[in-house]
């Protein structure tokens, strides 16, 4: 019987840091999907999840509302923004 494994992505620190600094210069302007074709390194959907989800989890973006990806660097004003009802976290 033949067993399917499912590998992660996992995305290298140079990837993540240009898709940190590409969010940081376009902050609000872009959909997650737009923000992907955009970049301006090509790279495989599974890997821009991880980078994104990543980048969530340590409140450096957020998601509005219309879903555009905004750029947050200051952990205390994420802590004051993220209970608004225009914010999902």
Not at 32 to 55: G, R, S
Not at 56 to 75: R, T
């Amino acid at each position: 019987m033949q067993q399917l494994i499912k590998k992660v992505r996992s995305p290298n620190l140079q990837t993540v840091f240009m898709v940190e600094k590409f969010i940081d210069k376009h902050s609000g302007e872009f959909k997650k999907t737009e923000l992907f074709e955009k970049l301006p390194k090509k790279m495989m959907w599974q890997t821009f999840q991880v980078i994104m989800n990543y980048l969530q989890s340590i409140n450096k973006i957020l998601i509005e509302e219309d879903g555009k990806v905004g750029y947050i660097w200051n952990p205390k004003f994420y802590e004051k923004i993220k209970n608004r009802p225009d914010i999902k976290c």
